[in-house]
């Protein structure tokens, strides 16, 4: 079983202010690599009023430096968002500043229209721009010199090596899947209906005679916190859920087209009716685990909505102290020096 963290800093006025949350967040990814945890997900979106989180390069750097053997992934980069040659620097560099194998991304071609005025970038051009992304990645992390815009170019640092990072692509709508077969190394959906999107990429591979490479390991709940006492914490947590469900479920009205994990909820009873948000003791949690078996990850966003980083932390270190070891025990995890 994998064991990761994901962030996308939101910080609504109704949370723990920007500067408490981003400490935390490099903190908890130190304690989760000393934890044995496997994956750290950063977000990215812009000019969101609270905050999202604008430079998860930045943030995943400090999260490298601070780490010695957890992967930073970023789902979603969105990638065409960026300049090509500067994506192929800027990740390079983050490969080095792990130590090289511990930097992943999810590439996606965006779909809020405010971001793509913001960057002066055309919507209509974003499948191409991505094509030339992937293109230019694979030629710029070789270090030799290539033909780009019309000019020859050469990028360096590169990275670690001798593979490069991996790329999957994103996405929830079915041209996602056919354009992860095409591009990417991987795929990793997004929305409700991941299995038919699978099956959409697995049957594209096959018709271009790739291989159809392992999928990631299915994900748990979108949120998930461990507490001794369920009662009293669903009231805490619950403004900070319904802020985040509610706003993503309002943004990917933007999309036109694909699904969503999140749906609008209006009140607490609502809230606990969704599978995706999960408040357990640490015995329903160790059952949880158990159930969902050894290929599968459990997931925590210990910061969601801007939820004090007392709170996050609470869940974490219960997590550590009480889920950790039974799952050692049952095999599910390997011990971790800690």
């Known amino acids: 079983m994998r064991f990761s963290l994901r962030y996308d800093m939101r910080a609504p006025?109704?949370?723990?202010?920007?500067?408490?949350l981003y400490l935390a967040a490099v903190e908890q990814a130190g304690w989760a690599d000393a934890m044995g945890f496997d994956t750290l997900y950063l977000a990215e979106h812009h000019g969101a009023e609270d905050g999202y989180c604008a430079s998860p390069m930045i943030l995943g750097a400090a999260m490298l430096g601070r780490t010695r053997r957890i992967h930073v992934h970023f789902s979603a980069l969105v990638a065409v968002l960026h300049h090509p040659l500067r994506l192929a620097e800027d990740l390079?560099?983050?490969?080095?500043?792990?130590?090289?194998?511990r930097v992943e991304m999810t590439m996606g071609i965006g779909y809020r229209p405010d971001e793509f005025e913001m960057f002066d970038v055309p919507m209509k051009r974003r499948v191409r721009i991505l094509e030339e992304i992937v293109d230019t990645l694979d030629k710029a992390w070789t270090g030799e010199p290539f033909e780009f815009r019309g000019k020859t170019v050469r990028v360096r640092p590169t990275p670690v090596g001798p593979d490069r990072p991996p790329i999957y692509i994103g996405g929830s709508a079915d041209a996602s899947a056919l354009r992860a077969a095409r591009l990417g190394d991987n795929y990793m959906p997004a929305g409700s209906e991941k299995e038919r999107l699978y099956a959409l990429y697995d049957a594209e591979r096959e018709r271009l005679g790739l291989p159809i490479p392992p999928r990631p390991a299915p994900a748990g709940p979108l949120f998930l916190h461990v507490t001794d006492?369920?009662?009293?914490?669903?009231p805490i947590l619950a403004p900070h859920l319904m802020y985040t469900t509610n706003m993503n479920a309002q943004w990917a009205k933007e999309r036109g087209i694909g699904t969503t994990g999140y749906t609008f909820v209006e009140n607490l009873d609502e809230l606990k009716r969704q599978p995706q948000f999960v408040v357990v003791t640490p015995e329903q949690c160790v059952g949880l685990a158990l159930e969902r078996g050894d290929d599968s990850e459990l997931m925590f966003q210990p910061l969601m909505g801007g939820l004090a980083p007392e709170i996050g932390w609470r869940s974490l270190e219960l997590f550590a102290a009480k889920v950790l070891p039974e799952l050692e025990r049952s095999g599910l995890t390997v011990p971790t020096t800690r």
């Not at 006025?13 to 408490?20: D, F, K, N």
């Not at 006492?229 to 669903?234: L, M, N």
């Open 13 to 20: 006025s109704i949370g723990a202010p920007p500067p408490e």
């Open 92 to 101: 390079a560099t983050l490969d080095l500043v792990g130590g090289g194998g």
């Open 229 to 234: 006492d369920p009662d009293r914490d669903w």
